[in-house]
Protein backbone atom coordinates (compact mmCIF):
# COMPACT_ATOMS: atom_id res chain seq x y z
CA UNK A 1 0.00 0.00 0.00
CA UNK A 2 3.26 2.30 -0.02
CA UNK A 3 2.07 5.64 -1.62
CA UNK A 4 -1.54 4.85 -2.06
CA UNK A 5 -4.05 7.73 -1.65
CA UNK A 6 -7.31 7.67 -0.19
CA UNK A 7 -10.86 9.73 -0.76
CA UNK A 8 -14.24 9.70 0.91
CA UNK A 9 -17.08 10.87 -0.21
CA UNK A 10 -19.41 11.40 2.52
CA UNK A 11 -22.44 11.45 0.27
CA UNK A 12 -22.27 8.62 -0.84
CA UNK A 13 -20.44 7.06 1.61
CA UNK A 14 -17.98 5.70 -0.56
CA UNK A 15 -14.07 5.80 0.63
CA UNK A 16 -11.69 5.41 -2.65
CA UNK A 17 -8.32 3.95 -2.10
CA UNK A 18 -6.00 4.13 -5.20
CA UNK A 19 -2.95 2.33 -5.14
CA UNK A 20 0.66 3.02 -6.76
CA UNK A 21 0.15 0.86 -9.49
CA UNK A 22 3.06 1.10 -11.80
CA UNK A 23 6.20 -0.11 -13.27
CA UNK A 24 8.51 0.65 -10.56
CA UNK A 25 6.35 -0.40 -7.69
CA UNK A 26 5.71 -4.24 -8.98
CA UNK A 27 4.71 -5.47 -5.11
CA UNK A 28 1.67 -3.12 -4.94
CA UNK A 29 0.29 -4.36 -8.04
CA UNK A 30 -3.05 -5.50 -7.02
CA UNK A 31 -3.57 -8.74 -8.07
CA UNK A 32 -6.85 -10.66 -9.01
CA UNK A 33 -7.95 -12.60 -5.56
CA UNK A 34 -6.57 -10.38 -3.25
CA UNK A 35 -8.00 -8.44 0.11
CA UNK A 36 -7.92 -5.06 0.65
CA UNK A 37 -6.26 -4.24 4.54
CA UNK A 38 -7.18 -0.45 5.44
CA UNK A 39 -5.46 1.07 8.58
CA UNK A 40 -7.86 4.01 9.25
CA UNK A 41 -5.76 7.24 10.71
CA UNK A 42 -7.33 8.12 14.28
CA UNK A 43 -9.70 10.70 14.38
CA UNK A 44 -9.95 10.63 10.53
CA UNK A 45 -13.33 8.48 10.17
CA UNK A 46 -16.76 9.02 11.73
CA UNK A 47 -20.31 7.93 10.98
CA UNK A 48 -23.40 10.78 10.94
CA UNK A 49 -23.19 11.16 14.41
CA UNK A 50 -19.98 12.45 14.96
CA UNK A 51 -18.51 9.52 16.50
CA UNK A 52 -14.49 8.82 15.56
CA UNK A 53 -13.60 4.97 14.44
CA UNK A 54 -11.64 3.02 16.51
CA UNK A 55 -8.06 3.24 14.89
CA UNK A 56 -8.24 -0.23 14.33
CA UNK A 57 -7.37 -2.64 10.89
CA UNK A 58 -10.28 -2.67 8.83
CA UNK A 59 -10.09 -6.20 6.65
CA UNK A 60 -12.64 -6.31 3.53
CA UNK A 61 -14.83 -9.52 3.83
CA UNK A 62 -14.44 -10.15 -0.20
CA UNK A 63 -11.59 -10.47 -2.36
CA UNK A 64 -11.20 -7.97 -4.70
CA UNK A 65 -11.21 -7.94 -8.60
CA UNK A 66 -7.89 -7.39 -10.10
CA UNK A 67 -6.08 -7.86 -13.74
CA UNK A 68 -6.72 -10.90 -15.16
CA UNK A 69 -6.04 -10.41 -18.75
CA UNK A 70 -2.82 -11.75 -20.68
CA UNK A 71 -1.10 -9.01 -22.42
CA UNK A 72 -0.71 -8.28 -25.92
CA UNK A 73 2.28 -8.06 -28.36
CA UNK A 74 0.71 -5.24 -30.13
CA UNK A 75 3.57 -4.86 -32.72
CA UNK A 76 7.12 -5.51 -33.58
CA UNK A 77 9.25 -3.33 -35.62
CA UNK A 78 12.95 -4.20 -37.53
CA UNK A 79 15.23 -1.74 -37.84
CA UNK A 80 18.75 -1.99 -39.45
CA UNK A 81 20.77 -0.17 -36.88
CA UNK A 82 21.82 3.39 -38.46
CA UNK A 83 18.93 2.74 -41.06
CA UNK A 84 15.38 2.53 -41.42
CA UNK A 85 13.06 0.24 -41.03
CA UNK A 86 13.29 -3.42 -42.75
CA UNK A 87 11.14 -6.67 -43.72
CA UNK A 88 13.89 -8.82 -44.49
CA UNK A 89 17.62 -9.37 -42.70
CA UNK A 90 20.81 -9.42 -44.18
CA UNK A 91 22.91 -11.61 -42.95
CA UNK A 92 26.00 -9.77 -41.14
CA UNK A 93 23.91 -7.02 -40.51
CA UNK A 94 22.91 -5.18 -36.88
CA UNK A 95 18.78 -5.49 -36.22
CA UNK A 96 17.22 -3.83 -33.40
CA UNK A 97 14.17 -5.52 -32.79
CA UNK A 98 11.29 -3.15 -31.22
CA UNK A 99 8.29 -4.95 -28.75
CA UNK A 100 5.18 -3.09 -27.88
CA UNK A 101 2.91 -3.87 -25.45
CA UNK A 102 -0.42 -3.51 -24.97
CA UNK A 103 0.35 -2.61 -21.20
CA UNK A 104 3.38 -2.64 -18.75
CA UNK A 105 5.60 -5.77 -18.53
CA UNK A 106 8.23 -6.78 -15.53
CA UNK A 107 11.81 -5.98 -16.05
CA UNK A 108 12.47 -9.02 -17.73
CA UNK A 109 10.74 -10.08 -21.08
CA UNK A 110 12.82 -12.16 -22.99
CA UNK A 111 13.80 -12.82 -26.63
CA UNK A 112 14.57 -16.43 -28.37
CA UNK A 113 15.50 -17.00 -31.71
CA UNK A 114 16.00 -19.63 -34.19
CA UNK A 115 16.93 -19.73 -37.40
CA UNK A 116 18.41 -22.07 -39.82
CA UNK A 117 21.42 -24.06 -38.80
CA UNK A 118 22.97 -22.88 -35.36
CA UNK A 119 25.01 -19.80 -36.04
CA UNK A 120 22.22 -17.09 -35.91
CA UNK A 121 20.60 -19.06 -32.87
CA UNK A 122 19.69 -16.88 -29.76
CA UNK A 123 18.39 -18.72 -26.67
CA UNK A 124 16.19 -16.73 -24.10
CA UNK A 125 18.04 -13.14 -23.11
CA UNK A 126 16.64 -10.01 -21.26
CA UNK A 127 15.64 -7.10 -23.27
CA UNK A 128 16.31 -3.39 -22.92
CA UNK A 129 13.36 -1.57 -21.33
CA UNK A 130 12.98 1.63 -23.11
CA UNK A 131 9.28 1.81 -21.25
CA UNK A 132 7.02 -0.16 -19.71
CA UNK A 133 5.46 -1.01 -22.85
CA UNK A 134 8.26 -1.07 -24.74
CA UNK A 135 11.38 -3.15 -25.31
CA UNK A 136 14.63 -3.79 -27.74
CA UNK A 137 17.19 -6.33 -28.32
CA UNK A 138 19.59 -5.85 -30.73
CA UNK A 139 20.32 -9.09 -33.00
CA UNK A 140 23.58 -9.28 -34.78
CA UNK A 141 22.79 -11.83 -37.80
CA UNK A 142 26.48 -13.90 -38.64
CA UNK A 143 27.35 -13.48 -42.35
CA UNK A 144 27.08 -17.20 -43.44
CA UNK A 145 25.23 -18.93 -46.06
CA UNK A 146 23.95 -21.39 -43.33
CA UNK A 147 22.02 -18.90 -41.52
CA UNK A 148 19.53 -17.99 -44.58
CA UNK A 149 16.57 -19.07 -44.72
CA UNK A 150 13.11 -18.25 -42.43
CA UNK A 151 14.16 -17.24 -38.90
CA UNK A 152 11.31 -17.47 -36.50
CA UNK A 153 11.53 -14.76 -33.67
CA UNK A 154 9.62 -15.86 -29.62
CA UNK A 155 8.98 -13.66 -27.02
CA UNK A 156 8.15 -14.18 -23.08
CA UNK A 157 7.63 -12.43 -19.92
CA UNK A 158 4.99 -11.53 -17.36
CA UNK A 159 2.58 -8.04 -16.82
CA UNK A 160 2.86 -6.48 -13.62
CA UNK A 161 -0.02 -8.63 -12.37
CA UNK A 162 2.42 -11.52 -12.45
CA UNK A 163 0.22 -13.23 -16.01
CA UNK A 164 2.28 -14.65 -18.26
CA UNK A 165 3.08 -13.88 -22.04
CA UNK A 166 4.54 -16.47 -24.71
CA UNK A 167 4.35 -15.69 -28.68
CA UNK A 168 6.07 -17.78 -30.43
CA UNK A 169 4.68 -17.13 -34.16
CA UNK A 170 7.02 -14.23 -35.41
CA UNK A 171 9.16 -14.47 -38.94
CA UNK A 172 11.36 -12.67 -40.71
CA UNK A 173 13.52 -13.61 -43.30
CA UNK A 174 17.66 -13.55 -43.32
CA UNK A 175 18.21 -13.61 -47.15
CA UNK A 176 20.97 -11.61 -49.04
CA UNK A 177 20.97 -13.62 -52.26
CA UNK A 178 19.58 -11.68 -55.56
CA UNK A 179 17.28 -13.73 -57.09
CA UNK A 180 18.55 -16.02 -60.74
CA UNK A 181 17.61 -15.82 -64.02
CA UNK A 182 17.20 -19.40 -65.11
CA UNK A 183 15.88 -18.36 -68.77
CA UNK A 184 14.73 -15.44 -70.69
CA UNK A 185 13.80 -16.07 -73.90
CA UNK A 186 11.90 -14.37 -76.85
CA UNK A 187 8.63 -16.62 -78.12
CA UNK A 188 5.33 -16.39 -80.37
CA UNK A 189 7.53 -14.09 -82.92
CA UNK A 190 5.63 -12.35 -85.81
CA UNK A 191 5.97 -9.55 -88.00
CA UNK A 192 5.28 -6.54 -85.29
CA UNK A 193 4.83 -8.79 -82.17
CA UNK A 194 6.30 -11.30 -79.82
CA UNK A 195 6.15 -12.59 -76.00
CA UNK A 196 9.07 -12.21 -73.67
CA UNK A 197 9.57 -15.43 -71.17
CA UNK A 198 11.60 -14.93 -67.98
CA UNK A 199 12.08 -17.74 -65.16
CA UNK A 200 13.73 -17.22 -62.35
CA UNK A 201 14.97 -19.20 -59.25
CA UNK A 202 12.29 -17.89 -56.68
CA UNK A 203 9.46 -15.77 -56.75
CA UNK A 204 10.25 -12.08 -57.44
CA UNK A 205 9.01 -8.97 -59.74
CA UNK A 206 10.98 -8.40 -63.00
CA UNK A 207 11.22 -5.36 -65.07
CA UNK A 208 12.48 -5.20 -68.66
CA UNK A 209 13.73 -2.10 -71.20
CA UNK A 210 15.21 -2.55 -74.66
CA UNK A 211 18.35 -0.69 -73.54
CA UNK A 212 20.17 -1.47 -70.33
CA UNK A 213 18.94 -0.01 -67.35
CA UNK A 214 18.92 0.34 -63.48
CA UNK A 215 16.38 -2.18 -62.38
CA UNK A 216 14.34 1.14 -61.00
CA UNK A 217 14.18 2.58 -64.93
CA UNK A 218 13.02 -0.02 -66.34
CA UNK A 219 9.41 -0.92 -66.64
CA UNK A 220 7.66 -4.06 -64.69
CA UNK A 221 6.31 -7.22 -66.50
CA UNK A 222 2.95 -7.66 -66.90
CA UNK A 223 2.63 -10.67 -65.49
CA UNK A 224 4.96 -11.26 -62.94
CA UNK A 225 5.12 -11.53 -59.37
CA UNK A 226 6.43 -15.47 -59.11
CA UNK A 227 8.83 -17.23 -60.94
CA UNK A 228 7.38 -17.47 -64.17
CA UNK A 229 6.97 -13.60 -66.04
CA UNK A 230 5.70 -13.02 -68.98
CA UNK A 231 5.90 -9.30 -71.40
CA UNK A 232 3.96 -9.60 -74.61
CA UNK A 233 4.99 -6.82 -76.99
CA UNK A 234 3.58 -5.25 -79.92
CA UNK A 235 3.97 -2.51 -82.45
CA UNK A 236 7.35 -3.85 -83.73
CA UNK A 237 9.03 -3.23 -87.13
CA UNK A 238 8.99 -6.65 -89.04
CA UNK A 239 12.49 -8.00 -90.35
CA UNK A 240 13.97 -5.71 -87.44
CA UNK A 241 16.62 -6.83 -84.84
CA UNK A 242 15.41 -6.20 -81.15
CA UNK A 243 17.61 -6.35 -78.16
CA UNK A 244 15.92 -6.86 -74.30
CA UNK A 245 17.23 -6.65 -70.72
CA UNK A 246 15.69 -7.52 -67.55
CA UNK A 247 16.14 -7.25 -63.81
CA UNK A 248 14.63 -9.01 -60.83
CA UNK A 249 14.10 -8.21 -57.39
CA UNK A 250 13.47 -11.00 -54.66
CA UNK A 251 10.24 -10.45 -52.12
CA UNK A 252 13.85 -9.50 -49.60
CA UNK A 253 14.12 -6.64 -51.54
CA UNK A 254 16.94 -7.84 -52.94
CA UNK A 255 18.01 -6.70 -56.89
CA UNK A 256 19.83 -7.61 -59.91
CA UNK A 257 22.78 -6.00 -60.61
CA UNK A 258 23.26 -7.37 -64.09
CA UNK A 259 20.86 -7.68 -66.15
CA UNK A 260 19.76 -11.14 -68.47
CA UNK A 261 19.66 -10.49 -72.31
CA UNK A 262 17.57 -11.64 -75.30
CA UNK A 263 17.83 -10.65 -78.95
CA UNK A 264 15.61 -11.42 -81.80
CA UNK A 265 14.19 -10.54 -85.06
CA UNK A 266 10.76 -10.12 -86.48
CA UNK A 267 9.46 -11.72 -89.12
CA UNK A 268 9.62 -10.73 -92.23
CA UNK A 269 6.87 -8.86 -94.32
CA UNK A 270 5.11 -11.12 -96.30
CA UNK A 271 2.91 -8.79 -98.09
CA UNK A 272 3.95 -7.03 -101.31
CA UNK A 273 3.18 -2.93 -101.83
CA UNK A 274 0.53 -1.55 -103.30
CA UNK A 275 1.57 -0.93 -107.11
CA UNK A 276 2.90 2.92 -107.08
CA UNK A 277 0.97 5.54 -109.52
CA UNK A 278 3.20 8.10 -111.62
CA UNK A 279 1.34 11.41 -111.76
CA UNK A 280 3.76 13.51 -113.92
CA UNK A 281 6.68 13.48 -116.48
CA UNK A 282 8.05 17.11 -116.87
CA UNK A 283 10.47 18.31 -118.41
CA UNK A 284 13.60 20.32 -116.45
CA UNK A 285 15.16 23.62 -117.18
CA UNK A 286 16.77 23.21 -120.64
CA UNK A 287 15.11 19.76 -121.30
CA UNK A 288 18.75 18.37 -119.44
CA UNK A 289 16.33 15.97 -117.80
CA UNK A 290 12.40 14.59 -117.44
CA UNK A 291 11.45 14.28 -114.16
CA UNK A 292 9.19 11.50 -113.48
CA UNK A 293 6.79 11.77 -110.51
CA UNK A 294 4.15 9.86 -108.32
CA UNK A 295 2.96 8.50 -105.38
CA UNK A 296 2.77 4.96 -103.35
CA UNK A 297 0.10 3.92 -100.88
CA UNK A 298 1.54 4.64 -97.15
CA UNK A 299 3.51 2.20 -95.11
CA UNK A 300 4.16 3.36 -91.70
CA UNK A 301 6.16 -0.34 -90.70
CA UNK A 302 8.74 0.30 -93.68
CA UNK A 303 10.53 2.31 -96.37
CA UNK A 304 9.80 1.83 -100.01
CA UNK A 305 12.60 1.95 -102.74
CA UNK A 306 10.63 3.27 -106.12
CA UNK A 307 12.42 1.98 -109.05
CA UNK A 308 11.63 3.63 -112.40
CA UNK A 309 12.56 1.20 -115.25
CA UNK A 310 12.35 1.60 -119.45
CA UNK A 311 12.03 -1.82 -120.67
CA UNK A 312 14.25 -3.99 -117.96
CA UNK A 313 16.66 -1.24 -117.61
CA UNK A 314 16.63 0.89 -114.25
CA UNK A 315 16.68 4.88 -114.81
CA UNK A 316 16.39 5.56 -111.46
CA UNK A 317 15.79 4.84 -108.05
CA UNK A 318 13.87 6.57 -104.95
CA UNK A 319 13.28 5.80 -101.50
CA UNK A 320 10.06 6.77 -99.78
CA UNK A 321 10.37 6.94 -95.80
CA UNK A 322 7.94 5.69 -94.01
CA UNK A 323 4.03 6.71 -93.85
CA UNK A 324 5.18 8.71 -97.18
CA UNK A 325 4.07 8.92 -100.24
CA UNK A 326 5.35 11.03 -102.83
CA UNK A 327 8.27 10.22 -105.13
CA UNK A 328 9.75 12.12 -107.90
CA UNK A 329 12.91 11.04 -110.42
CA UNK A 330 15.14 12.22 -112.87
CA UNK A 331 16.00 10.51 -115.53
CA UNK A 332 18.02 11.82 -118.74
CA UNK A 333 17.32 10.00 -122.33
CA UNK A 334 19.15 10.23 -125.58
CA UNK A 335 18.18 12.93 -128.08
CA UNK A 336 15.40 12.21 -130.59
CA UNK A 337 14.29 8.66 -128.40
CA UNK A 338 10.57 7.80 -127.37
CA UNK A 339 10.64 6.18 -124.15
CA UNK A 340 8.25 4.22 -122.08
CA UNK A 341 8.42 4.34 -118.38
CA UNK A 342 7.00 2.47 -115.81
CA UNK A 343 7.77 1.88 -112.23
CA UNK A 344 7.43 -0.71 -109.22
CA UNK A 345 8.15 -0.42 -105.18
CA UNK A 346 10.36 -3.05 -102.76
CA UNK A 347 9.38 -2.82 -99.31
CA UNK A 348 12.37 -2.78 -96.25
CA UNK A 349 11.44 -7.01 -96.53
CA UNK A 350 12.09 -7.11 -100.10
CA UNK A 351 8.40 -7.85 -101.30
CA UNK A 352 7.98 -6.23 -104.59
CA UNK A 353 4.79 -4.34 -105.87
CA UNK A 354 3.12 -5.11 -109.18
CA UNK A 355 4.03 -2.31 -112.11
CA UNK A 356 2.69 0.95 -112.09
CA UNK A 357 0.69 2.62 -114.71
CA UNK A 358 2.87 3.54 -117.93
CA UNK A 359 4.31 7.20 -119.21
CA UNK A 360 5.78 7.99 -122.98
CA UNK A 361 8.52 10.53 -123.09
CA UNK A 362 9.92 11.91 -126.38
CA UNK A 363 13.12 13.48 -125.90
CA UNK A 364 13.42 16.52 -128.28
CA UNK A 365 16.60 16.70 -130.92
CA UNK A 366 18.12 20.00 -129.05
CA UNK A 367 18.20 18.25 -125.40
CA UNK A 368 21.42 17.95 -124.01
CA UNK A 369 23.00 21.09 -124.84
CA UNK A 370 24.55 23.53 -122.55
CA UNK A 371 26.49 22.76 -119.13
CA UNK A 372 23.58 21.10 -117.62
CA UNK A 373 22.20 22.13 -113.37
CA UNK A 374 23.65 20.26 -110.76
CA UNK A 375 21.09 18.04 -109.71
CA UNK A 376 20.61 14.24 -108.19
CA UNK A 377 19.25 12.02 -110.69
CA UNK A 378 18.70 8.99 -108.83
CA UNK A 379 19.94 6.90 -106.15
CA UNK A 380 20.46 3.20 -106.11
CA UNK A 381 20.63 2.13 -102.37
CA UNK A 382 23.33 -0.87 -102.49
CA UNK A 383 23.51 -2.05 -99.00
CA UNK A 384 20.49 -0.98 -96.75
CA UNK A 385 21.08 -3.62 -93.96
CA UNK A 386 24.51 -3.71 -91.81
CA UNK A 387 25.20 -5.16 -88.73
CA UNK A 388 26.38 -3.36 -85.71
CA UNK A 389 30.03 -4.01 -86.01
CA UNK A 390 31.56 -0.76 -87.08
CA UNK A 391 32.60 -2.06 -90.73
CA UNK A 392 32.41 -0.61 -94.28
CA UNK A 393 30.72 -1.70 -96.03
CA UNK A 394 32.90 -3.78 -99.04
CA UNK A 395 30.51 -4.03 -101.79
CA UNK A 396 28.90 -7.82 -100.65
CA UNK A 397 25.20 -6.99 -99.67
CA UNK A 398 25.56 -10.93 -97.60
CA UNK A 399 28.32 -9.66 -95.30
CA UNK A 400 26.02 -6.62 -94.03
CA UNK A 401 28.84 -4.34 -93.03
CA UNK A 402 27.87 -1.19 -93.53
CA UNK A 403 25.00 0.80 -95.93
CA UNK A 404 25.95 1.72 -98.81
CA UNK A 405 24.39 3.84 -101.96
CA UNK A 406 25.00 5.52 -105.41
CA UNK A 407 24.08 8.76 -106.08
CA UNK A 408 23.99 9.56 -110.01
CA UNK A 409 24.19 13.45 -110.10
CA UNK A 410 24.85 15.76 -112.75
CA UNK A 411 27.60 18.29 -112.65
CA UNK A 412 27.89 21.32 -114.64
CA UNK A 413 30.75 21.31 -116.85
CA UNK A 414 32.21 24.75 -115.71
CA UNK A 415 32.30 23.07 -112.25
CA UNK A 416 34.85 20.61 -111.10
CA UNK A 417 34.63 20.81 -107.36
CA UNK A 418 31.93 18.54 -105.22
CA UNK A 419 30.87 18.62 -102.04
CA UNK A 420 28.56 16.68 -100.08
CA UNK A 421 27.01 17.02 -96.38
CA UNK A 422 24.37 14.76 -94.25
CA UNK A 423 22.71 15.45 -91.00
CA UNK A 424 23.09 12.82 -88.28
CA UNK A 425 21.01 10.09 -88.84
CA UNK A 426 17.78 9.21 -86.75
CA UNK A 427 15.42 6.42 -85.75
CA UNK A 428 12.40 7.41 -83.30
CA UNK A 429 14.44 8.35 -80.35
CA UNK A 430 17.92 6.84 -81.37
CA UNK A 431 20.75 8.81 -83.28
CA UNK A 432 23.84 7.76 -85.10
CA UNK A 433 26.38 10.28 -85.80
CA UNK A 434 26.91 10.97 -89.75
CA UNK A 435 30.36 12.39 -88.56
CA UNK A 436 33.11 9.79 -88.43
CA UNK A 437 31.20 7.39 -90.00
CA UNK A 438 30.55 8.57 -93.01
CA UNK A 439 32.60 8.92 -96.79
CA UNK A 440 31.87 8.93 -100.32
CA UNK A 441 33.96 8.62 -103.51
CA UNK A 442 33.99 8.35 -107.52
CA UNK A 443 35.30 6.77 -110.12
CA UNK A 444 34.84 9.97 -112.30
CA UNK A 445 37.29 12.23 -109.54
CA UNK A 446 40.61 13.04 -109.74
CA UNK A 447 41.49 10.83 -106.91
CA UNK A 448 39.61 7.36 -105.54
CA UNK A 449 40.49 8.11 -102.10
CA UNK A 450 37.52 7.86 -100.18
CA UNK A 451 36.37 12.02 -98.57
CA UNK A 452 35.40 11.81 -94.93
CA UNK A 453 32.35 13.36 -93.40
CA UNK A 454 33.82 15.04 -90.40
CA UNK A 455 30.65 16.74 -89.26
CA UNK A 456 26.89 15.84 -89.49
CA UNK A 457 25.63 19.10 -91.08
CA UNK A 458 28.92 20.51 -92.65
CA UNK A 459 29.68 20.58 -95.95
CA UNK A 460 33.37 18.02 -96.97
CA UNK A 461 36.40 19.03 -98.63
CA UNK A 462 36.51 18.80 -102.03
CA UNK A 463 35.97 16.13 -104.35
CA UNK A 464 37.75 17.38 -108.07
CA UNK A 465 35.57 16.14 -111.03
CA UNK A 466 38.19 14.50 -113.67
CA UNK A 467 35.28 12.67 -115.52
CA UNK A 468 31.62 11.80 -117.18
CA UNK A 469 29.35 8.95 -117.98
CA UNK A 470 27.61 9.90 -120.85
CA UNK A 471 28.85 12.94 -122.71
CA UNK A 472 25.83 13.26 -125.02
CA UNK A 473 24.08 14.45 -121.86
CA UNK A 474 24.27 18.32 -120.51
CA UNK A 475 27.11 18.41 -117.63
CA UNK A 476 29.53 15.80 -116.40
CA UNK A 477 27.58 12.52 -115.46
CA UNK A 478 29.32 11.29 -112.03
CA UNK A 479 28.04 7.87 -110.11
CA UNK A 480 28.97 8.70 -106.34
CA UNK A 481 29.62 6.05 -103.74
CA UNK A 482 28.23 7.13 -100.40
CA UNK A 483 29.24 4.34 -97.32
CA UNK A 484 28.01 4.31 -94.10
CA UNK A 485 29.33 2.45 -91.33
CA UNK A 486 27.32 1.48 -87.66
CA UNK A 487 29.04 1.96 -84.66
CA UNK A 488 29.20 -0.86 -82.74
CA UNK A 489 26.39 -0.15 -79.44
CA UNK A 490 24.06 1.09 -81.80
CA UNK A 491 20.29 0.73 -81.85
CA UNK A 492 18.78 -1.80 -84.16
CA UNK A 493 15.79 0.35 -86.08
CA UNK A 494 15.27 1.94 -89.40
CA UNK A 495 17.04 5.07 -90.03
CA UNK A 496 17.14 8.10 -92.61
CA UNK A 497 18.39 11.30 -92.52
CA UNK A 498 18.56 14.58 -95.31
CA UNK A 499 21.57 15.02 -97.54
CA UNK A 500 23.34 18.41 -99.50
CA UNK A 501 25.78 18.42 -102.62
CA UNK A 502 27.34 21.26 -104.40
CA UNK A 503 29.50 22.41 -106.49
CA UNK A 504 31.58 25.27 -108.07
Known amino acids: ?18 LAEDATN ?11 EVTPALNKIQDEAGNMVANSEVISDETVSGDDDAPVLSSIVYNQVGGGVITYVNPYAQVLITATFNEDM ?40 TVEGLANISFA ?96 GNI ?47 TQVVKVFAGTEVYGT ?38 SNSVIITESATAGQGNGSLAVTSINSIESYAAVDGGWPDGDASTSDGWSWTFYVTVPTNETLFNMKFDDWQSNSHTIDAGGNMRFYSSQASSDDPINIVTAGTYSEDMTITGDLDPETAGNQIAVTVEMKIPSGSSGGSYSTSYGIKSR
Open 1 to 18: MAGATCVYTPATKTLVIT
Open 26 to 36: VATYLVNGSAV
Open 106 to 145: TSSPTITIAAPGTLADVTAQTMSRTSATVWTYTWTVPNDL
Open 157 to 252: GTDLAGISYVDLGNPIAIDSHTPIVNTFTAESITTTGATLTVTTNENATCAYANTEKDYDNMTTMEDTGAMTHIQVLTGLTANTLYNYYVRCQDSS
Open 256 to 302: MTNSAHVSFSTLGDEIAPTAPVITTAAATVNADYYTISGTVTSDSNS
Open 318 to 355: VIVPKSGTAWSVAVSLPQSATTTFRANSTDESGNVSEY
